[in-house]
């Protein structure tokens, strides 16, 4: 087996035809914001609430970072290509240099839903983490009832591979307009290179594009 010297990701960029995937810059923190105080964003992730600028600032200029140079994933800011909006954010997080797996998380802003852009986005990065990282297993966990996430992770091929028992911690909001935290299981899906064979295709015969080009 190939021992794996390199324990951080490369500072690159990610296109498709419609997204550029790149670092967060300073210029996408009121949008960053605005994404993370989405009432799903709210729901399904464990973000501060509210989310505030502190928040963002924080998250761009020292943990987004850190998770590259300090060897633990790489986090992609998701932007139009035409617009150069903020789509989303695709996170490699847990990465195992060894084993060569890491786990993936992502978020769309509320106004990008529908149009395909989680799936074109991670897919992207799935090719690029396979067929330019060497990397063997990509992994996604979903809150039970979260099905737009299963969405996605099921377009781009990801396996179910089993359940979580009450293993996160949702949050609810009330007719009140209170949020309360529940606890729910996690859906485990994983990604092997072998799976992403002819999903590119179907996902071109559907109207969408994914991988292009890397830089």
């Not at 996160?168 to 859906?187: P, Y």
């Amino acid at each position: 087996m190939e021992l794996r010297m390199t324990t951080t990701f490369p500072d690159i960029s990610i296109s498709t035809d419609r997204l550029v995937l790149r670092p967060y810059e300073e210029a996408d923190i009121p949008a960053f914001v605005e994404m993370m105080n989405d009432e799903l964003v709210t729901a399904w992730t464990s973000v501060p609430h509210p989310y505030t600028r502190s928040d963002a600032e924080d998250w761009v200029r020292r943990i987004a970072p850190a998770e590259r140079t300090e060897g633990r994933g790489i986090v992609f800011a998701v932007t139009e290509f035409l617009t150069q909006r903020l789509v989303g954010t695709v996170h490699l997080h847990s990465t195992d240099w060894r084993t060569g797996a890491t786990g993936v998380a992502y978020v769309t802003a509320p106004w990008a839903r529908g149009e395909g852009y989680a799936t074109e986005s991670v897919l992207a990065v799935a090719q690029w983490l396979f067929r330019d990282r060497g990397f063997e297993r990509m992994e996604l966990r979903t809150a039970a009832d979260n099905t737009a996430s299963q969405q996605v992770a099921q377009k781009i091929g990801c396996i179910s591979e089993g359940v979580l028992r009450n293993a996160w911690i949702v949050r609810h909001q009330t007719d009140a307009g209170d949020w309360t935290e529940l606890r729910t299981d996690l859906i485990v899906w994983s990604l092997l290179p072998e799976d992403l064979e002819g999903v590119a295709d179907q996902m071109a015969d559907a109207g969408y594009t994914s991988f292009a080009d890397w830089s």
